[in-house]
């Protein structure tokens, strides 16, 4: 099935996330071995738990930093080595039209020689102007970190060897998610080429460890399998599939490694890798105009401030709301789960409580800095209230998808019980209860 779906596919957009590149074996958030042989007397000079840390750590001086960056850009990217990976997904790939779409920084794709890559988040060969990041370009510097390695190990390095912006003298910073951050235009370009020429043809989705809370790659990725009958997805993350109803019957999941997936694919045989799907969706029930009157009434409760938009995706349809001092949205979940986008606004907060007792907020918005993103997943049954952060000035625009035809029934929390479950939160709980 799934072979017959890449040979019969007319294009094959791979989406991959930190999950591949651990399999590569970058692991940006682990604690080991690895981590002191790359990084060497930096790991107790600042702490460092992990390469994540090591890359965004806020360093007394800008030598330790390029230091940071040279040690593990040169170990990982310049010094890189095609995996059997990469070697697999050439295969898989084979003549076919195909884009890689990643929030990888690792620039691995295009260092194995595959063409059309789009990093969403930059890669760490690359750097702007501090000064001037949307005026003066974007700087290749992978041999300017090979220097620094190497005079950082012949300790000679000084902050005449950090690399400045040939225009205005200003130190670079590397592109990645930042305020200084500049989308790559022109991949940006073909990128969105091939999706308006593959759209509407029998385009396979290969994911490749991408976990369920992603929404810069996963959401829409499976909104496109959603929007055309001929596509197909295929995902691959071991113990967290997350395949909406929608898309069912025409997606395949892995819970498996990426390497036991890639073999099965590739052969058509099974190797014992544990799948699931392709299944057929669940009936749904169809509503009457008069029950549809009742939802929307209902929904009133909890989203004061909400706008619905009859699709322009088959299959679902937008819901904008907007919240601010007097209007946040009510306690309440869904049966179904739900992506969350910031669109407009100040940035919002979203008070998640979760069947297991679980209580966590993301703040939806623009500034990463403030550990704001841009939207989460929420899963099915969580329950949830959304409120402006300046609570008293402003208001925040969000938008979510709700499945058209959808048993999307909302579900009011019991008070009581939720006071006893979230002791710790009954502020919020007290505040954002409808009445
Ligand atoms: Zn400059």
Redesign the pocket.
């Known amino acids: 099935m799934q072979k017959k779906w890449i040979n019969d596919g007319d294009a094959i957009l791979v989406t991959a996330s930190n999950g591949f590149s651990i399999s590569e074996g970058l692991n940006l958030f682990a604690d080991d071995k690895k981590l002191r042989e790359v990084l060497g007397n930096l790991v107790d000079k600042y702490h460092l738990p992990n390469l994540l840390m090591a890359l965004n750590y806020k360093y007394p001086n800008p030598l330790d930093q390029w230091r940071a960056f040279a040690r593990i850009i040169e170990y990982y990217s310049n010094n890189y080595e095609e995996s059997n990976y990469m070697q697999d997904l050439k295969q898989i790939i084979g003549n076919k039209p195909y884009f890689i779409w990643t929030s990888n920084i690792d620039h691995h794709f295009s260092l194995a020689g595959l063409k059309n890559v789009f990093e969403i988040e930059g890669n760490w060969l690359e750097a702007v102007?501090?000064?001037?990041?949307d005026?003066?370009g974007i700087y290749n510097i992978s041999s300017k970190i090979h220097d620094i390695y190497l005079k950082d190990q012949a300790e000679t390095l000084t902050e005449a060897d950090l690399p400045?912006?040939?225009?205005?003298?200003?130190p670079?910073v590397l592109n990645l998610a930042s305020e200084e951050f500049q989308i790559h235009q022109k991949r940006l370009a073909a990128f969105q080429d091939f999706i308006e020429k593959y759209e509407d043809q029998n385009l396979l989705v290969l994911e490749l460890g991408i976990g369920p809370q992603n929404q810069m790659i996963k959401a829409p990725s499976m909104q496109l399998v959603a929007a055309d009958q001929n596509s197909h997805y295929i995902t691959v993350n071991k113990g967290q599939l997350l395949i909406p109803d929608l898309i069912k019957e025409r997606s395949i999941g892995y819970s498996s490694s990426i390497g036991a997936a890639f073999k099965e694919l590739l052969t058509g045989k099974s190797f014992g890798a544990k799948t699931v799907g392709p299944e057929k969706p669940k009936p749904r029930p169809q509503y009457t105009p008069e029950q549809i009157r009742e939802r929307e009434k209902a929904m009133q409760n909890f989203y004061p401030n909400y706008m619905a938009d009859q699709g322009f995706r088959p299959g679902s349809f937008p819901m904008y709301i907007t919240v601010d001092e007097t209007h946040p949205s009510y306690l309440h979940t869904v049966q179904f789960g739900q992506s969350w986008m910031y669109s407009l606004g100040d940035a919002a907060i979203v008070h998640c409580f979760t069947q297991e007792g679980q209580y966590y907020q993301v703040r939806l918005g623009l500034n990463k800095t403030k550990g704001e993103v841009h939207g989460f997943y929420v899963d099915p049954g969580t329950f949830i209230a959304i409120e402006n952060i300046e609570n008293k000035v402003g208001f925040s625009q969000l938008n979510t998808q709700i499945p058209l035809n959808s048993s999307s029934e909302v579900l009011v929390p019991r008070k009581d019980k939720l006071l006893q479950l979230f002791p710790n939160q009954r502020d919020i709980i007290e505040r954002l209860t409808a009445n």
């Not at 102007?129 to 990041?133: G, K, L, N, T």
């Not at 400045?164 to 200003?170: E, H, I, N, S, V």
């Open positions: 102007c501090s000064q001037h990041p005026e003066d400045t912006c040939d225009k205005c003298g200003a670079l």
